[in-house]
């Protein structure tokens, strides 16, 4: 079937719980979409991710006025538009406590950060090798020796996560929640974290779906391209070595000129930039991305091609005179493929993913990302049970049939008054294993 068709039934089979992917060509979804997510949490947050209800895109009006409210009070306060970019100021929460330096505790983490890249010396060169194209790039900046002391200074410890990537297979990230003593206060405590105003992933994946010709995009190092106010850059401080190939010479102070991620406000800080450029710059396109945007990715559908072609130009156009780079654009539109190739910003990939999901380009078609669930577990407990089944996430139900097996079953373990660490009885497990491998067939 073909994208824009309506609505016809999913595929019958959906196989192993949470395992194995599921397809649906352009047009079957419509108002049918879920959204997996993998999630190591803790139990009471993974529960909650289980049994909610997802609203839908419903969201109360009293919350949405006070997202908007702070949006609207900070980017009019704290944004300011320089030199073909925007710089923004922290939100710092009023009378917050008194920011320790957090020097020495960022210097023994980065120590040990050393000391185990050096295990591995093909990841001690990227690490190094991203710190200096920060540097190169002017998101980070050396502390000059002869400089006057600001009057907040605060040191923030970084270390590798590995990543889902061929070309870069780690990404640097900056503890803001570091704390130098269980009295202290992290740089995070001192800042409001107000949430972003998001757009439902249920309503973008399903007007993704609904028109003819789809597109793909995001924003190259989004949060990186808004500048940090100079007033608050001493206090995203950290240390790395003056010479990154020796491994044993001295540290170097760095701080950030952008707005890093890993603070808790920069997703507030990005959605209040992005909004504001569309608010000043109002256009159909400006309109369409901010209906369209979730966080740093757009997705999108047109009837028309020219349409689309005409919003690939327009919208690089807008974010770039922002600061912005709309890049990885893809598309099952040859014409924009091409053109975007000759642009250098198409993403070649045969799958894309896109909120949690992948987009089989040639194919036109959506698949449901796998979810691993081992299902050769010894001893099972409550807590290994409510982690796995919490990696779903199914806001419409298409898998209730297999969740609510799941669901009911962990009602059953908390009526019979299991401990979370407690290894289960072979009846409990046996039925486990049956909901594992459930098959709507």
Same mark, same amino acid.
């Given at each position: 079937?073909?994208?824009?068709?309506?609505?016809?039934?999913?595929?019958?089979?959906?196989?192993?719980? &949470?395992?194995?992917?599921?397809?649906?060509?352009?047009?079957?979804?419509?108002?049918?979409?879920?959204?997996?997510?993998?999630?190591?949490?803790?139990?009471?947050?993974?529960?909650?991710?289980?049994?909610?209800?997802?609203?839908?895109?419903?969201?109360?009006?009293?919350?949405?006025?006070?997202?908007?409210?702070?949006?609207?009070?900070?980017?009019?306060?704290?944004?300011?538009?320089?030199?073909?970019?925007?710089?923004?100021?922290?939100?710092?929460?009023?009378?917050?406590?008194?920011?320790?330096?957090?020097?020495?505790?960022?210097?023994?983490?980065?120590?040990?950060?050393?000391?185990?890249?050096?295990?591995?010396?093909?990841?001690?060169?990227?690490?190094?090798?991203?710190?200096?194209?920060?540097?190169?790039?002017?998101?980070?900046?050396?502390?000059?020796?002869?400089?006057?002391?600001?009057?907040?200074?605060?040191?923030? $410890?970084?270390?590798?996560?590995?990543?889902?990537?061929?070309?870069?297979?780690?990404?640097?990230?900056?503890?803001?929640?570091?704390?130098?003593?269980?009295?202290?206060?992290?740089?995070?405590?001192?800042?409001?974290?107000?949430?972003?105003?998001?757009?439902?992933?249920?309503?973008?994946?399903?007007?993704?779906?609904?028109?003819?010709?789809?597109?793909?995009?995001?924003?190259?190092?989004?949060?990186?391209?808004?500048?940090?106010?100079?007033?608050?850059?001493?206090?995203?401080?950290?240390?790395?070595?003056?010479?990154?190939?020796?491994?044993?010479?001295?540290?170097?102070?760095?701080?950030?000129?952008?707005?890093?991620?890993?603070?808790?406000?920069?997703?507030?800080?990005?959605?209040?930039? &992005?909004?504001?450029?569309?608010?000043?710059?109002?256009?159909?396109?400006?309109?369409?991305?901010?209906?369209?945007?979730?966080?740093?990715?757009?997705?999108?559908?047109?009837?028309?091609?020219?349409?689309?072609?005409?919003?690939?130009?327009?919208?690089?156009?807008?974010?770039?005179?922002?600061?912005?780079?709309?890049?990885?654009?893809?598309?099952?539109?040859?014409?924009?493929?091409?053109?975007?190739?000759?642009?250098?910003?198409?993403?070649?990939?045969?799958?894309?993913?896109?909120?949690?999901?992948?987009?089989?380009?040639?194919?036109?078609?959506?698949?449901?990302?796998?979810?691993?669930?081992?299902?050769?577990?010894?001893?099972?407990?409550?807590?290994?049970?409510?982690?796995?089944?919490?990696?779903?996430?199914? $806001?419409?139900?298409?898998?209730?049939?297999?969740?609510?097996?799941?669901?009911?079953?962990?009602?059953?373990?908390?009526?019979?008054?299991?401990?979370?660490?407690?290894?289960? $009885?072979?009846?409990?497990?046996?039925?486990?294993?049956?909901?594992?491998?459930?098959?709507?067939?």
């Amino acid at each position: 079937m073909v994208r824009g068709d309506g609505p016809t039934a999913m595929s019958s089979k959906i196989g192993y719980l &949470l395992s194995g992917p599921l397809t649906c060509t352009r047009g079957q979804l419509n108002s049918h979409m879920m959204h997996i997510l993998s999630s190591h949490t803790k139990e009471d947050y993974a529960i909650e991710i289980f049994w909610k209800l997802e609203s839908l895109g419903i969201q109360e009006n009293d919350k949405l006025n006070t997202q908007k409210q702070n949006i609207k009070e900070f980017s009019s306060t704290s944004i300011a538009y320089e030199d073909g970019k925007y710089v923004a100021k922290l939100p710092w929460i009023e009378e917050y406590p008194e920011l320790p330096t957090n020097e020495m505790i960022a210097k023994a983490r980065t120590h040990r950060v050393v000391n185990r890249l050096n295990q591995e010396p093909n990841l001690f060169k990227i690490y190094g090798d991203i710190i200096r194209e920060q540097e190169k790039r002017g998101f980070i900046e050396k502390v000059r020796e002869n400089e006057d002391e600001p009057q907040r200074i605060h040191y923030i $410890p970084h270390h590798p996560v590995e990543k889902d990537s061929t070309t870069t297979p780690i990404r640097i990230v900056y503890d803001c929640s570091c704390t130098e003593n269980a009295k202290s206060p992290s740089l995070n405590d001192c800042l409001h974290s107000y949430p972003p105003i998001s757009n439902d992933i249920t309503e973008l994946l399903t007007r993704f779906r609904t028109q003819k010709f789809a597109v793909t995009t995001d924003i190259e190092k989004a949060f990186l391209q808004v500048g940090l106010h100079k007033s608050d850059r001493d206090v995203t401080r950290f240390f790395w070595l003056s010479d990154p190939t020796d491994s044993t010479s001295p540290f170097t102070t760095y701080r950030f000129k952008s707005v890093l991620f890993g603070a808790t406000c920069s997703p507030f800080i990005l959605n209040a930039t &992005l909004l504001k450029r569309f608010e000043e710059n109002p256009s159909p396109t400006a309109s369409r991305i901010t209906q369209d945007l979730y966080v740093d990715n757009v997705l999108s559908s047109f009837t028309a091609e020219d349409d689309l072609i005409q919003f690939y130009r327009d919208s690089r156009c807008l974010l770039q005179k922002g600061g912005f780079n709309l890049r990885s654009w893809n598309s099952n539109s040859n014409r924009l493929r091409e053109l975007a190739d000759t642009e250098n910003v198409l993403d070649s990939s045969k799958e894309v993913n896109i909120l949690g999901m992948r987009w089989d380009v040639a194919n036109d078609r959506l698949l449901f990302a796998e979810v691993d669930i081992d299902s050769t577990m010894v001893d099972v407990t409550k807590r290994e049970i409510i982690r796995q089944s919490s990696k779903i996430f199914d $806001p419409l139900g298409i898998l209730s049939p297999v969740t609510v097996k799941a669901k009911i079953f962990m009602q059953s373990l908390w009526k019979r008054n299991f401990g979370w660490d407690e290894r289960l $009885p072979e009846d409990v497990t046996t039925q486990w294993t049956t909901i594992q491998v459930y098959d709507m067939d």
